[in-house]
């Protein structure tokens, strides 16, 4: 057996195939592009975080306070409200209404301040002169407002222990009802519930707030909250001078019990000035400003200048 013999050629080696990547400096300049551009994007996201939340922030500033605005702009265009009648009411009524927790200035007799619907509104300046108030009526700041007013709508049952006011053209008389009394259907006569209200700043919480204190149809007054974030709140009332020109001042004399004729007849009009405040503090902002509202100008604390704020004024014409 012959075998043949192969010769190969020269044998040549393969040269390794060429790896492009980054340099050392190439990466570093890459990371640092990358950063800035992660920075930049960043920088826009908490911007417009920061631009969410202040929008937020004046979105509630003018939420309560418009509609603050509009609750005491409605209560004020009702006070005064006596059902058929313009006379002044029966005073004192035939039997003084008993109310639990009456609020009362400091010797006023019991049920007076509920039964005198001849004061449609009345006042305190900067001041909280009641007593026996509901428990937790804890006044903050500012003036204190009362609107009295008959209900608009005409009552044919009567309730126990519910307050109301029964009007004919020529006269009315405040009274509390009992359910087994016979109902008033015949006119010139008829029966309104009778609608009280205490306006002032207190505390939802730990933020300040218009609350008001109601006479409720059991015949008794409690505290109730109105909106959150309200901080000041200022009235002046609108009477007119010898020369027939409105002037706005502060609130008259005259007790909210006395059924006297009191300078408080005069008044055709209120002037409502209303501080919002937001409920959180914002990171880097301080509120400098101060907020002038009739007779007061307040000026946040240094403790209280990182809420926002927002002013709101009305004027409102009585319609009784």
Known sequence: MTFSTIR????HAIPPRRMDGFSLTEMMISVTVGLLIIAALT????????????????????SNGRFAIEHLTRELRHAGFRGYTWADPTYPPTTMPAVNNECREDGAPSGSFI???RQGIWGANDSFPFVNCPPGAARLRGDVLVIRHANGKRVLTLQDNTVYFRSSYAVGEVFQGLASAPPITKLPLADFAVEVYIYY???DGVTPALRRIALYPDGGMYDELVVSGIEEFQVQYGKLDTAGNMQYLDAA??????????????????KV???????????????????????????????DRGYRRQLFTGVVEMRN
């Open 201 to 203: 700043i207190g505390l």
């Open 8 to 11: 190969l050629g020269p044998c």
């Open 115 to 117: 039964a005198n619907l």
């Open 273 to 303: 000035w209303l501080l919002t405040r937001t409920s959180r503090k914002e990171t880097g902002y301080a509120d400098m400003n101060s907020y002038t509202m009739g007779d007061v100008t307040y000026q946040p604390s240094a403790t």
């Open 253 to 270: 004399s005259g007790g909210s019990s006395d059924s006297s004729a009191t300078e408080w007849d005069d008044v055709i009009s209120a």
């Open 43 to 62: 920088s826009v996201l908490i911007s417009n975080i920061g631009s969410s939340k202040t929008n937020d922030r004046t979105a509630e500033l003018q």
